[in-house]
């Protein structure tokens, strides 16, 4: 039987797919055989199974790791603990030390019911961070938030990617300045502002409502002038979405491989494992890891995690047992 390999890889090989058509409200489905002729259109398959570019200079071939340094009084997971600089450098030091590939620092929280930070704050938090750690990490830098001033500063002081919980869609400006940086963007799916997005969230059926809303996103960076290429795309793990949506997007994380873009899971410490197991925030551990393990498992190239050694050790145990 013939195999399609995804994203270029050989250790990414799928025997049959599911052919997803949808027309109005109405959704058509059908698995067919991997080498079956009319599988999709040339230009789907095509993305499919293009090898993706590095992204920071970091080649996509092994899952990259994520490391979360949040310079915030009040995120979700660790809000406080890293508010003070000295807090924030030594405990990305610590992430950098652990394998993180990439260090995500960010100043805005994001958590559901969270106010803006207006942009004076934002840039006293996060531009002495980044300035310390530029010339200090092996790790590259990545600058989350959603304001394109914080992107121009973070861009210039060293930052090497941009991570944007709304996809270049909050400031009017974001396009522009993330152009111009010429630097790799993540686009994240939210639905609505983090002070309401949990209040009612709907959807006609979520996996192909954010694959489509991401396609609509990559067309306006294209557009704007940053190629496919230089795209990175997340479906956005509890932003605007009830226990069931989550669950429904990370059992279908590989469909958005067809987005021709590499795929980034941020699933760590999030409620969805509170609400399936009862865990508080600094217990979720186990369930970020499975989470993680069930990215991989579809390709995911990228994790945004809390615990990076942890992870680190269970995706060597993975990828040890993969190449056996
Ligand atoms: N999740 C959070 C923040 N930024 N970025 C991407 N691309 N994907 C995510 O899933 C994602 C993200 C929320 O996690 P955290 O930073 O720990 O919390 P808070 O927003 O409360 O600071």
Redesign the pocket.
């Known amino acids: 039987m013939s195999t399609l390999a995804v994203a270029g890889r050989s250790d990414l090989l799928f025997a049959t797919a599911e052919v997803i058509e949808r027309d109005g409200s109405e959704v058509r489905r059908r698995i067919v055989s991997a080498d079956a002729r009319d599988i999709a259109p040339p230009e789907l398959l095509e993305r499919l199974g293009r090898r993706r570019d590095a992204i920071a200079g970091l080649a996509l071939e092994r899952p990259l790791i ?1 490391g ?1 340094v ?1 310079i ?1 009084p ?6 406080g603990r890293y508010l003070a600089p000295d807090a924030a450098i030594a405990h990305a030091l610590r992430l950098d030390a652990e394998g993180a590939d990439i260090l ?1 620092i ?1 100043a ?4 559901p019911g ?1 106010e803006a930070v207006d942009l004076q704050e934002e840039l006293r938090r996060v531009m002495p961070v980044i300035e310390a750690l530029a010339p200090k990490v092996r790790a590259r830098l990545s600058i ?1 938030t959603r304001k394109a001033e914080v992107m121009r500063r973070a861009a210039r002081a060293g930052a090497a990617l941009i ?3 709304s996809a270049l869609t909050h400031d009017p400006g974001a396009l522009q300045v993330a152009a111009e940086t010429g630097l790799p963007v ?1 686009l ?1 799916h939210a639905q609505g502002d ?1 002070r309401t997005m949990q209040d009612d969230p709907r959807y006609a059926d979520v996996v192909l409502d954010v694959y489509d809303w991401l396609a609509a996103r990559i067309d306006a960076c294209e557009r704007a002038g940053i190629p496919r290429s230089r795209l ?1 795309v ?1 479906p ?4 605007g979405k009830t226990l069931a949506h989550n669950l429904a997007l990370l059992g279908a994380l590989s469909i958005f491989h067809g987005l021709g873009c590499p795929i ?7 409620s969805f494992i509170g609400k399936l197991t009862g865990a508080d925030v600094a217990d979720r551990l186990p369930g970020s890891i499975a989470a993680a393990l069930l990215g991989v498992q579809q390709g995911v190239q990228i994790l ?1 995690v ?1 615990d990076v050694a942890a992870t680190r050790q269970a995706l060597a145990v993975w990828e040890g047992a993969q190449g056996a």
């Open positions: 994520v979360v949040n915030t009040d995120s979700f997971s660790d809000g995500d960010g805005e929280s994001t958590r969270s989350d991570n944007d919980v993540v994240m983090p990175i997340d956005g793990i509890g932003f980034l899971l941020g699933a760590s410490r999030k945004r809390h």
